[in-house]
């Protein structure tokens, strides 16, 4: 019986390590392509290089998973009583209004109406 494995290219595994350092560093609100780039030992343009054929950019990956992450968290009923800021700034934002923005352009709906329907929470009546 042959075994066939896959050979990951150089640019793979690169893309692989920055993943997993941006993965764990998620939630600091001061992650940047300088930091990775140090962190990598790399330029940044050489980081923007093994991006190039991924559909988006290094920035936009991070930003996008900052956003996933604050999805995931905003439908977990344990963390119900926390804001939804505080969710946003636990994972890297730094700006509410620029996390619900943001948020409603990749989701479609703004975080507070997400968290109530993941939820299965009923709207709040008007007040007048």
């Not at 290094?58 to 930003?63: E, F, G, P, S």
Request: charged share 30%; with cysteine; hydrophobic share 35%.
């Amino acid at each position: 019986q042959v075994c066939t494995r896959r050979h990951e290219t150089v640019r793979e595994t690169m893309r692989t390590r920055i993943r997993a350092f941006i993965h764990r560093n998620l939630a600091d609100p001061d992650l940047t392509i300088e930091r990775i780039a140090e962190r990598m030992q790399c330029t940044k343009r050489y980081l923007h290089k093994v991006f190039s054929d991924e559909g988006e950019t290094l920035n936009q990956y991070i930003w996008a998973q900052r956003l996933e992450l604050c999805r995931k968290h905003l439908s977990r009923a344990e963390l119900a009583g926390k804001s939804i800021t505080e969710i946003a700034f636990a994972c890297g934002f730094s700006n509410a209004a620029h996390f619900s923005r943001s948020f409603r352009a990749r989701f479609g709906q703004p975080p507070r109406a997400f968290r109530r329907a993941a939820l299965g929470q009923k709207r709040p009546p008007l007040r007048l």
